[in-house]
């Protein structure tokens, strides 16, 4: 089974630029999410899509980030303008149903750096 | 927002010892889950834990769900070179929401 496909895997941007982000989750996974993972922490998710709608995006900077799913397959995460303090990995992860029982798969992620 | 406390920050071990590191928290979780990341990798599922109380063994790893549902701890035992890189306990809420701790690092020592 093919895992979560991200790219690109490094992006180097210069503040106030934008910068897009791109997921294709495991097939037949209805929910994906994407994480955010700073420099010596632990994942903090950002949004998660059920299909095509959103189901949490209580903690996405929605004034600079945005994501979409429009087809409820693959997502794209977006930011514009970038800050200095988005340099991260952000990851994106899928699952069958948003059960844990049908398991929670993570991408390799896209390491991102705002200079 | 809800936060997972892990501890230790960071181990470093000879190969062979045992090793042991623990979660908690303020807050009930009805999940705990052990993942382990490798660099320029995502966080790959070790253990998931479904019940207060619950032991679960997977090969040499060892993880416990508290009996409070507030905390949690994962033991390797006969730690080999290949056991190098961040833990992290996670864990899913009522509203099903998955949070993350900050992570253990662990260096093995050959």
């Known amino acids: 089974e093919a895992g979560v496909a991200q790219s690109p895997r490094y992006k180097i941007i210069e503040k106030r630029q934008s910068v897009a982000f791109w997921c294709n989750p495991i097939s037949g996974h209805a929910t994906l999410y994407w994480y955010q993972q700073i420099l010596g922490q632990g994942p903090k998710l950002l949004i998660q899509?059920?299909?095509?709608?959103?189901?949490?995006d209580s903690q996405l900077p929605k004034d600079r980030f945005s994501a979409e799913r429009l087809k409820g397959v693959d997502s794209t995460l977006k930011i514009q303008p970038a800050k200095l303090e988005d340099s991260a990995v952000y990851l994106c992860?899928?699952?069958?149903?948003?059960?844990?029982?049908?398991?929670?798969?993570f991408g390799s992620g896209t390491r991102l750096t705002v200079v | 927002g809800q936060q997972l406390n892990q501890s230790p920050q960071s181990m470093f071990i000879q190969e062979g010892e045992d090793v042991s590191m623990n979660c908690t928290s303020s807050s009930i979780f009805n999940t705990w889950l052990w993942y382990k990341q490798d660099p320029g990798e995502g966080p790959v599922l070790l253990i998931a834990?479904?019940?207060?109380?619950e032991l679960t063994s997977n090969g040499r790893l060892t993880a416990q769900f508290g009996i409070t549902r507030k905390d949690s701890f994962l033991n390797i035992s006969a730690s080999i070179p290949s056991d190098v890189g961040i833990y992290f306990c996670?864990?899913?809420?009522?509203?099903?929401?998955?949070?993350f701790g900050g992570g253990t690092r662990l260096m093995v020592k050959p």
């Open positions: 834990l479904y019940k207060a109380g």
């Open positions: 899509f059920q299909n095509n709608g959103v189901v949490d």
């Open positions: 992860a899928s699952s069958f149903s948003g059960s844990l029982d049908y398991g929670y798969t």
């Open positions: 996670a864990g899913f809420n009522a509203g099903n929401m998955l949070t």
